[in-house]
């Protein structure tokens, strides 16, 4: 067994003022399978590049261990993979790699084509077998699954659980109890580790939400009866100071030494009480410190004049020399309908012939006149500028999206930030947001979860179960279509 060491981390990137991580301490079994979780632009990227070796920073980690990041940088993509393996593992051993293979049912003449010409999926298990050819070394996996579809993701996520000594950042449910044995979460002011899978660890955060919760509510009924009985020995005290000049009732003088020290005993009485009070109130701020900021989310959706909202009758779509035969199916108000496929099966094609794209296709198409759409692609690359602008040019009010965008949570530092430097989960938040800013009748949303983190995932459940908009997804992420989906329709 080894260990690896983190001992008064402290880091912030150059330029900022605030730490991403504040004087850490933990600890490490280098033979864990641990699960990596925390909310978007927290710092777990960051973190991996720090064992890495790739910035300086205060503090210590030590390890007695070399470490290996996924996924590697391929350049060259045009060469033979077996090429691009030889070059990230020149020592590697062939039939070692293709026992890795068989295990991700990934076929050996994958590896005698060019990187390129590998769908996304092959090339994640392609790196994924090589990472997993570097013995003695503790591998950082960063994501995953964004790439993968939902067979393909048990079928990593099995092959993961057969394997130890690894970080996986995953925000996949699913994925990360199948093949986790500890859970590493960045909090909002601490980093801490324990024992389970992620639904053991989402457990025990409920509970230590509602004990904080409860805790806060006994304090916050306190504080108030410490300021109100303060206020009252205040003004006791103001008004005793006032007698000094005065008299009594019968016209006769005061001896303002007696009242004088009388009111000093209650001054300081009051000065006490105070005391209590910000103690009260320090203590409060000690508490709710790991609560995340995950307010209910709202959407307000258009009611259309039919109860049918499109149609596809036998459709067969030509895409890329691809034909995608005899799909069917409607859409009716309230439908919540996942789109499931292996990658591409033509899951998008489907969305963009829907949402009025020039695809070719035959079959019968129908969709109803004047229906209003809102669209999250899969691609983000598009984003750049400050949300300001995106509010104003996409017509939607920028209050509204900064505060949903805050649910989701952002800091407010990010809103002054350019959409380009955002991290892949933000940008995606930013797409999620922009729709639920927009009044339609359909709601199409294409792989809207990549790189969002759980408690967001979970949030935006939450809406779409509260609101019941009708909406049509894609989404690879087990847990949430099955949440979710009121109907199934395979590609």
């Known amino acids: 067994m080894s260990l690896i060491n983190v001992t008064n981390l402290t880091f912030a990137y ?32 960051t973190f991996l590049n720090l064992l890495l070796g790739k910035y300086e920073y205060s503090g210590n980690i030590s390890a007695n261990v070399s470490f290996e990041y996924f996924p590697f940088n391929v350049v060259n993509e045009e060469r033979n993979t077996l090429d691009l393996i030889s070059d990230i593992f020149p020592d590697y051993t062939h039939w070692k790699l ?21 769908s996304f999926g092959e090339q994640t298990k392609v790196l994924l077998a090589a990472l997993f050819l570097k013995e003695n070394s503790f591998l950082l996996i960063d994501e995953p699954t964004n790439h993968l579809d939902m067979t393909a993701r048990k079928l990593v996520s099995d092959y993961l659980n057969t394997k130890s000594g690894f970080i996986l950042v995953s925000h996949d449910r699913a994925f990360l109890d199948n093949c986790v044995d500890h859970i590493l979460s960045i909090n909002k002011t601490n980093i801490e580790i324990q024992k389970g899978n992620f639904s053991c660890w989402w457990e025990n955060k409920k509970r230590q939400d509602s004990f904080e919760f409860a805790e806060n509510e006994k304090l916050r009924k306190d504080i108030n009866r410490l300021s109100d009985s303060a206020k009252r020995t205040s003004n006791w005290s ?64 258009l009611t259309y004049h039919k109860n049918q909202l499109a149609e ?21 108000q309230g439908d919540r309908i996942a789109l499931v496929g292996k990658n591409g099966s033509g899951k998008s094609s489907i969305i963009k012939l829907i949402c009025g794209e020039n695809i070719a296709y035959t079959g019968t198409f129908r969709k109803g006149s004047q229906l209003k759409i809102s669209y999250v692609s899969q691609d983000t690359s598009h984003l750049q500028g400050d949300l300001t602008d995106f509010a104003a040019n996409n017509k939607i009010d920028e209050s509204l999206f900064k505060s949903i965008l805050r649910k989701l949570g952002f800091s407010r530092v990010q809103f002054e930030k350019d959409m380009s430097t955002y991290s892949g989960g933000q940008k995606k938040k930013v797409l999620i947001a922009s729709s639920l800013c927009e009044q339609a009748h359909l709601y199409i949303w294409d792989e809207p979860l990549n790189y969002i983190d759980v408690i967001s995932r979970i949030q935006i459940e939450e809406l779409l179960l509260k609101y019941q908009p009708t909406i049509l997804f894609v989404e690879h992420d087990r847990t949430f279509s099955e949440n979710i989906a009121t109907k199934f329709v395979n590609i």
Request: proline share 1%; glycine share 8%; net charge neutral.
């Open 312 to 332: 596809l009758e036998n459709v067969s779509i030509f895409y890329d020399e691809k034909i995608i035969c005899k799909v069917g199916f409607t859409i009716e």
């Open 238 to 301: 103001n008004e005793v100071e006032k007698t000094k000049k005065g008299t009594t009732n019968s016209g006769s003088k005061l001896d303002k030494g007696y009242v004088g020290h009388k009111a000093a005993k209650m001054m300081k009485r009051s000065k006490s009480i105070e005391n209590r009070q910000q103690s009260a109130i320090d203590e409060k701020s000690k508490l709710l410190k790991n609560i995340e900021d995950s307010d209910s989310l709202k959407i307000s959706q």
């Open 14 to 45: 150059d330029g900022s003022y605030d730490n991403i991580f504040e004087n850490v301490n933990f600890q490490i079994d280098t033979h864990w399978k641990l699960g990596f979780t925390g909310r978007n632009g927290r710092g777990k990227t």
């Open 98 to 118: 293709m026992r890795e293979l068989s295990l991700l049912e990934v076929s050996e003449d994958v590896l005698y084509r060019p990187f390129d010409s590998l």
